[in-house]
């Protein structure tokens, strides 16, 4: 396919802070609980983990570039929108005509089950991403890139459009994140996947994997060993998801290795397990981004990943910047409180 059969929409003058990429999909929520054979009624909603990341930090007030494709249909329409209404910065978002969007459909589990998703994505338009969808990219503007596992299991010229990104992003002195996001289903085998998403982390300062994703891609069970085996490979810093027990760091600060330990936040009800990983990836790294202590960066990760499992939807649950300032500031007032019992 020529890209002269593309339209792109008109360059803003001010180019992004961040990137994000890869494929947003439209999301089939089941409006019931049971196999999706038997549901009915569906509510639409978007899906992604890159795009939840890149929603997280724009509703923070970063200035977040979406780099994808979607088809030219309804549904990519309906993405495009989404994405714009929720401050994207969408310049880099092309419409493909010959390839359909993505999709996405997930039961409505019950208590605090992970619910069962469904994809549809195979030859959609974001799996033709390549390096020449990043060719308008201002990257000596670029202050961070986020890079998930996805876009390079979709095809290979999604991982050569992954590893350009990386390439410049590091060229340009910009920070790089990098969330495993793994997708086991999406790969041809797991020798190969974890190989290639090493490599994408060695090229990463901050790596992100749960604990589990940490001990497949590594082989090592401990938190403190599956950090330890990604900073050998040059990463600055490795922060680990522990599920309900809450999160794990492990980096170096100012030539000294540093570990910090923060305890889970409890929540009353959980309504939708998918999004946590990523709303904890954006309070990591937009604290990281905001200069503060590897001990706030965890406890903003552990708040925001607390706030998506809340609320049915990806995404719906992240925080404004003025939410999630209440959510801190009540957080370290009970931290204050246990500390003088």
Not at 33 to 57: K, P, Q, S, W, Y
Not at 243 to 269: H, K, N, P
Not at 311 to 331: C, F, N
Request: aromatic share 6%; glycine share 10%.
């Amino acid at each position: 396919m020529h890209d002269s059969a593309l339209s792109i929409t008109r360059k803003k003058p001010n180019a992004p802070e961040i990137i994000t990429f890869g494929e947003a999909m439209a999301l089939l929520i089941a409006q019931s609980t049971g196999d999706l054979a038997e549901v009915e009624h569906f509510e639409r909603r978007i899906a992604g983990a890159d795009t939840n990341v890149a929603i997280g930090l724009a509703r923070l007030g970063f200035h977040v570039g979406w780099l994808s494709r979607v088809g030219s249909d309804s549904l990519g329409r309906y993405i495009r929108k989404t994405l714009e209404d929720e401050g994207l910065d969408c310049q880099h978002m092309r419409t493909d005509p010959n390839l359909a969007t993505g999709i996405m459909f997930k039961s409505r589990a019950e208590g605090a089950a992970d619910p069962s998703v469904e994809y549809f994505r195979k030859g959609s338009a974001a799996s033709a991403l390549s390096p020449d969808d990043a060719r308008d990219l201002d990257f000596t503007s670029l202050r961070h890139l986020h890079v998930t596992g996805i876009p390079p299991a979709l095809s290979d010229s999604c991982l050569a459009l992954t590893q350009h990104m990386q390439e410049n992003a590091r060229r340009a002195g910009a920070s790089i994140s990098f969330d495993p996001n793994l997708r086991p289903s999406l790969w041809r085998d797991e020798a190969h996947m974890r190989t290639t998403l090493n490599a994408i982390a060695s090229n990463a300062d901050w790596v992100l994997p749960g604990l589990a994703e940490g001990q497949l891609l590594s082989g090592y069970e401990k938190p403190e060993d599956i950090a330890n085996f990604y900073l050998d490979r040059g990463c600055k810093a490795v922060i680990i998801k522990l599920g309900s027990e809450g999160s794990f760091y492990r980096g170096v600060l100012e030539g000294a290795l540093t570990d910090t330990v923060m305890a889970g936040i409890e929540v009353d009800t959980v309504v939708d397990t998918v999004g946590a990983g990523d709303g904890f990836a954006v309070g990591v790294i937009s604290a990281l981004l905001d200069g503060l202590s590897p001990a706030r960066a965890l406890l903003r990760g552990n708040l925001i990943g607390a706030q998506a499992v809340q609320v049915s939807g990806d995404m719906e649950g992240l925080p404004t910047r003025q939410l999630l300032q209440t959510l801190e500031h009540t957080a370290n007032a009970q931290q204050r409180d246990r500390a003088k019992c």
